[in-house]
């Protein structure tokens, strides 16, 4: 893998990594290589060998990316998590500036880079939902439940997703988990609409704060993402093992 484009220090722009999950054996037994005894413990843990692979090449890849960044190699990274269990940069690199989210579903992960700002992440397959309307009562704003109501019935599901991903990628970038209510802000929702930030009523003047960004991460998956910053360059990139 080449070294990823060097982010700006005080700049705006984004870094959001593609990264594929399912590998062959021969591949993944390297990557594992890189990953610590606690992380390879939580790898044991996982009953099915297809989520045992998928959490490897994750935190593999999510290694190398930082290692890339921060000139170091990828067993010299380590983490933190703060009460809410938002991963951070620990020991040396602490100090770098460097924030980062990660997302996983299937056989996908987005990861997310920026300098000395908060940023997540969010990706999920869409798949037909039974009983989507319930859950979307139940977490969904009611802003965002009478724009879901209104759309024709071939959209919903989509608009469920976009609407999933984009409250999970502002949560997870704020930091704070499920303290911060699902309903306690609106995103949009609406296929083909602008994703933005409409109201945080925990956070007064966030939607200047925050901004969405909606990503395409392949066919039958749906991505957003959250940063701290009303204007950021968000760039692209496919991490290749």
């Known amino acids: 893998m080449d070294d990823p484009v060097p982010l700006s220090p005080g700049g705006d722009d984004v ?89 996983n579903a ?53 608009a469920f997703f976009t609407c999933w991903t984009r409250k999970e990628a502002y949560i997870k970038a704020v930091g704070e988990g499920l303290s911060i209510p699902l309903d306690s802000f609106d995103v949009t929702l609406a296929p083909g609409g602008p994703p933005r930030l409409l109201a945080t009523r925990g956070e007064p003047g966030g939607e200047a704060r925050w901004s969405l960004h909606a990503l395409h991460p392949g066919p039958g998956f749906v991505g957003a993402l959250a940063v701290e910053a009303p204007e950021p360059e968000v760039r692209c990139f496919d991490w290749e093992p």
């Open 106 to 158: 299937g056989g996908l992960a987005l990861a997310a880079f920026v300098l000395d700002r908060e940023v997540g992440v969010d990706v999920e397959e869409v798949k037909r939902v039974a009983d989507f309307t319930a859950i979307a009562e139940r977490f969904f704003s009611p802003a965002e439940n009478e724009v879901l109501r209104a759309l024709p019935p071939e959209s919903r599901d989509a």
């Open 15 to 103: 870094h959001v990594w593609r990264i594929p999950l399912d590998l062959p054996p021969p591949l993944l037994a390297g990557l594992a290589a890189v990953l610590s005894a606690d992380e390879r413990s939580r790898a044991a843990r996982f009953r099915f060998d297809i989520h045992r692979t998928r959490f490897t090449a994750g935190r593999a890849a999510l290694r190398h990316l930082l290692a890339s960044y921060l000139r170091i190699r990828p067993g010299e990274v380590s983490f933190r998590y703060s009460a809410h269990g938002k991963p951070s940069l620990a020991g040396s690199a602490a100090g770098s500036g460097l924030r980062f989210n990660f997302s």
